[in-house]
């Protein structure tokens, strides 16, 4: 009983730590069951369509035309079409999750910092205690009710708070594939409590280190007055050893990469680069403390300015109790580094359809139906004569797609738009040749002067590959924007091999208008209305695809929206608790003259510190992370991104760390310039 009184007692007397501890695992675990269950109905959803479930196969109805590539040199090396086609979006849901492991560390590292730092502020009740007759059995079993309750009251608020985040991240069309909407909503609810259940052990695991070390303290140094103490404690300092993880990680990644990739299965590359890059950001955040001090050190002498005695205080502190800011630091860093990464991606994907629409998508226009429409000569009679048409067939069903056009055609809509490159290779095709995308030349394993034969029900035709472009021959297709970019071009002389599972020419439209910009819309409204018919310029498929890719990249902002949350509760639990273990300073510092807004500014300054060298971390890890992670897209998927860092991307990050940390700090600053003078004389 007296136990449970202790614990209880304990927690309530530090309100603003227990909130922020219970938040910390509440929002870790809500954020990891929130994508739990967005990709199981995800998963539910897409497995009903064999065009999004990578174990089922096309329906036999659906038989498609072959395709057999014949390489003038080298092994044949295909690649599997259903496998291939998938597996974007199987490495994407494996990063989501792994994603959604931030908010849990950042709640789990909030816990580990308040049961630590607590723990360490009672270490005079505990020898008063002991002193008492209180066996160490007893003072651990307070401590371990705290966090047992801590964890199991966090763990059910994100268990019930999941539920109704999952609602309205499905109403919002948030999904793990950015393909797919989610009707009713089905709970995994066994996985979800065993999340929470992680969740509370996490708070159980925090209490043991600092309980550990309290448990050996010696009871008649401890309750000394603190006046007599010989000499201070010296910070906790990670051994110099552990400088040389991030040299070595980096090394032997360099080395192995090369043999991972050729011998593990991208899926299996993907997870292996995520688990290096988790294994870099612990051995950062063992680094932090002493990063923390030396750094922050040439910071605050570098950046701080305002009268001298401020400016002192603040740099001696974060020289000599650093390693109290290291947990927000950290905090701070993992957030915005993820924060940064995701951005570098987003906008590399974003840049590859920007170059993807350079070439084949501007200066065109596209009319085109999600039933297979067929529009006749008759029905194009009404356009501009100066409007040039190319008249495409249906394509043939996933995973072969095929599709026909007249060559001439063609190469009227390629000079159209001035572009020589295009221009040239439609000039290539006849009915002897076949254009490849890049994108299923590919999957074929086929180059440019290499052959394809194309084989239909009951005939089959070799053609020869005359190029591998995306410059022509692109129509948009209803479905995955990579199945889009897969097909193979053939003259309209040999639509009879594809004829049994494809629509007539005129199926889809290529238009292009040789005097320049044109009035599409003016130019559309030419053409029959018909509600199956989708009429979109080459600009407006392009900004359809860019916003297509941000709203594949939500789910993420969910998640790195709640971690920087708990990123925030973090930094202002730090200060909260920092403000109460320095009482008794700042009270003196008020005697000595310094005035409420001075107080309350010195303690914004060390939020803005916090800010500023956890925003400087980041960038310096979420460059490498943003690399590493589009190193890994590059490998697993097809598409054609590349590194590039928007300065203004840097600026962002750390300004946004240190608005973040200034907000988070005006809470305990406010409480600091509250604080009685009187408590100064007050004896211990």
């Not at 309750?149 to 966090?154: A, E, K, P, S």
């Not at 948009?476 to 003259?491: M, S």
């Not at 097809?638 to 700090?665: C, K, N, Q, S, W």
Request: with cysteine; proline share 4%; net charge positive.
């Amino acid at each position: 009983m007296i136990g449970n009184f202790l614990a209880r007692k304990n927690l309530l007397s530090d309100r603003f730590a227990t909130v922020c501890m219970v938040l910390g695992v509440a929002l870790g675990t809500a954020t990891v069951n929130v994508v739990l269950a967005l990709d199981s109905n995800t998963r539910r959803v897409e497995s009903t369509e064999w065009s999004t479930n990578p174990d089922l196969t096309a329906e036999s109805a659906q038989t498609t035309i072959g395709l057999i590539p014949q390489p003038k040199n080298g092994p044949l090396n295909t690649l599997d079409p259903t496998k291939e086609t998938h597996e974007d979006y199987q490495v994407m849901r494996s990063a989501i999750r792994l994603g959604s492991l931030s908010a849990f560390l950042v709640g789990a590292l909030i816990v580990f910092f308040s049961l630590a730092v607590v723990i360490e502020r009672r270490k005079r009740e505990v020898a008063l205690l002991r002193s008492l007759g209180a066996s160490r059995r007893q003072i651990a079993g307070v401590f371990v009710r705290e966090a047992l309750w801590v964890g199991i009251i966090g763990a059910i608020v994100g268990f019930v708070l999941s539920v109704p985040l999952t609602w309205m991240a499905a109403a919002a069309g948030i999904t793990t594939t950015g393909r797919s909407r989610i009707g009713w909503i089905w709970f995994p609810w066994r996985d979800m409590i065993a999340v929470s259940s992680i969740g509370a052990l996490t708070a159980l695991l925090g209490v043991i280190p600092p309980v550990r070390q309290i448990l050996r303290l010696d009871v008649t140094q401890t309750l000394r007055p603190g006046f007599l103490e010989s000499k201070h404690e010296r910070p906790p300092r990670t051994s110099g050893t552990t400088l040389i993880v991030l040299p070595f990680s980096l090394l032997l990644y360099g080395l192995m990469r090369p043999f991972f990739r050729e011998v593990l299965p991208s899926l299996a590359f993907f997870v292996l680069e995520a688990g290096l890059v988790v294994l870099a950001l612990l051995g950062l955040l063992v680094l932090v403390p002493d990063l923390t001090r030396f750094i922050g050190g040439l910071i605050g002498r570098a950046v701080v300015r305002g009268p001298r005695a401020a400016r002192l205080l603040i740099v001696r502190r974060v020289e000599k109790q650093g390693h109290e800011m290291a947990w927000s630091v950290g905090g701070v860093m993992l957030v915005f580094a993820l924060l940064l990464s995701l951005h570098i991606s987003t906008h590399a994907l974003k840049q590859e359809v920007v170059r993807f629409g350079e070439r084949a998508t501007r200066r065109y226009a596209f009319v085109y139906s999600q039933y297979d429409t067929v529009l006749s000569p008759a029905a194009l009679a009404g356009l501009d004569p100066a409007v040039k048409v190319a008249r495409f067939s249906g394509r043939t069903p996933w995973p072969n797609a095929v599709l026909a056009v007249r060559h001439d055609e063609l190469l009227e809509v390629a000079r159209a738009t001035g572009r020589e490159n295009a221009t040239a290779i439609a000039a290539k095709l006849d009915d002897k040749s076949v254009i490849l995308s890049t994108l299923m030349a590919r999957r074929l394993g086929l180059v440019e002067g290499d052959a394809l034969t194309l084989a239909s029900t009951d005939r089959s035709r070799t053609l020869q590959v005359v190029a591998v472009t995306d410059d022509v021959g692109f129509v948009p297709v209803i479905g995955p924007y990579r199945n889009g970019k897969t097909y193979a071009l053939i003259d309209a002389a040999n639509f009879d091999l594809i004829q049994p599972f494809a629509h007539d020419l005129g199926a889809a439209l290529v238009l292009a208008d040789p005097r320049g910009e044109a009035d599409w819309k003016a130019i559309f409204r030419a053409l029959p209305r018909r509600n199956a018919l989708i009429k979109q310029s080459g600009e407006a498929f392009e900004a359809l695809r860019i916003e297509e890719t941000d709203r594949d990249f939500v789910v993420f902002d969910v998640i790195l929206a709640l971690t920087t949350l708990l990123a925030a509760v973090g930094i202002a639990n730090q200060l909260v608790l920092a403000v109460h273990g320095r009482r008794r300073e700042i009270a003196l510092l008020r005697v000595l003259g310094m005035t409420a807004s001075q107080i309350q500014t010195m303690l914004l300054f060390e939020g803005a510190f916090v800010g500023l060298l956890g925003g400087g971390l980041a960038v310096v890890l979420g460059l490498p992370l943003g690399y590493g992670s589009l190193a890994a897209l590059r490998v697993v998927s097809a598409f054609d991104v590349r590194f590039e860092l928007p300065p203004e991307y840097v600026f962002i990050t750390i300004g946004a760390a240190v608005v973040l940390a200034m907000a988070a700090a005006l809470h305990p600053a406010r409480q600091a310039a509250a604080a009685r003078s009187a408590e100064s004389v007050h004896y211990e």
